[in-house]
């Protein structure tokens, strides 16, 4: 075998190879914009709802009802509820506030 003979069969294997490997890395940058734009939305939008910690303090800066926000749901707990302040995780939000935010009403 000749150097020559070894290089055209080697070229186009490798130049194959580096077309398959940069179509590859086009579409993966491709498919991870849009997700990286839709978490960055869902964070920001989750960060904006106020809480407060004690009843007290949603009554006194609060203009309406107080429920109770279950975090992590898009839930809230009114007075009547048996969950009102009882879940894990929570807060003491403004009615009028939580369905701005597009929570609803919990069916308990």
Known sequence: MTIGTILRAT????????????????????KKAPDSKAKTHHVAHAAALPGYKTLGAAKAACHGTVVWHATGSKVFHGEKSKYFGKTKRGAYVCEKVALEHHLHASKY
């Open 11 to 30: 070229i186009p294997a490798l130049a194959l190879a580096f077309t398959m490997s940069a179509a590859g890395t086009a579409q993966a940058a491709t």
